[in-house]
T-cell receptor
Framework: NAGVTQTPKFQVLKTGQSMTLQCAQD?????MSWYRQDPGMGLRLIHY???????DQGEVPNGYNVSRSTTEDFPLRLLSAAPSQTSVYFC??????????????FGNGTRLTVT | TQLLEQSPQFLSIQEGENLTVYCNSS?????LQWYRQEPGEGPVLLVT?????EVKKLKRLTFQFGDARKDSSLHITAAQPGDTGLYLC????????????FGQGTTLQVKP
């Protein structure tokens, strides 16, 4: 099993450009989420989904869009990149919404630089 | 807003030393998880504690959940270079629709 696969691993964008960060999982997990990790700030939740067709905002959703058309995929879109979005992005999954005792399974991250 | 404060943020010690990392909040959590992250990879779960006062051991690592479920600690005995990494605590609560709140992380460097 591949687990959680994120692509690309690295990306450099110019201010104003758009891009989509991909996340795919093969564990049949209902819950998928996107975090960003910045030095000294831990992991902050951007958006999450509890199943196909259902998404909701996390702590820092501004500037990001998501959709969930299948159980397996949860892409994160940056419509107009800004330097403040320079970060490492992680996709994480787990079984069920209320299973906060269950472990999050993380991908290996996408390192994004916006110049 | 629930917050988790981790301390210290950075720790550099010699192999064989003991250390403790703290994770504190003014809020009550239903569960507390500890993750370890290595460079270039995503965090990996070490342990979940759910009962106030609970103590769990994982080889040389001892995890404790505070009696009031507002704080947790991670103690490493006789640290080894392989323990080097970023340690993150994360709190879960049924009142927060299942979302996990992460602390800022503790970067540990163990020198041989």
């Amino acid at each position: 099993n591949a687990g959680v696969t994120q692509t690309p691993k690295f990306q450099v964008l110019k201010t104003g450009q758009s891009m989509t960060l991909q996340c795919a999982q093969d564990m049949n997990h209902e819950y998928m989420s996107w975090y960003r990790q910045d030095p000294g700030m831990g992991l902050r939740l951007i958006h999450y989904s509890v199943g196909a067709g259902i998404t909701d905002q996390g702590e820092v959703p501004n500037g990001y869009n998501v959709s969930r058309s299948t159980t397996e995929d949860f892409p994160l879109r940056l419509l107009s990149a800004a330097p403040s979005q320079t970060s490492v992005y992680f996709c994480a999954t787990r079984t069920g919404l209320l299973s906060y005792n269950s472990p999050l399974h993380f991908g290996n991250g996408t390192r994004l630089t916006v110049t | 807003t629930q917050l988790l404060e981790q301390s210290p943020q950075f720790l550099s010690i010699q192999e064989g030393e003991n250390l403790t990392v703290y994770c504190n909040s003014s809020s009550v959590f239903s569960s507390l998880q500890w993750y370890r992250q290595e460079p270039g990879e995503g965090p990996v779960l070490l342990v979940t504690v759910v009962t106030g006062g609970e103590v769990k051991k994982l080889k040389r690592l001892t995890f404790q959940f505070g009696d009031a479920r507002k704080d947790s600690s991670l103690h490493i005995t006789a640290a080894q270079p392989g323990d080097t990494g970023l340690y993150l605590c994360a709190g879960g609560s049924s009142s927060n629709t299942g979302k996990l709140i992460f602390g800022q992380g503790t970067t540990l460097q163990v020198k041989p």
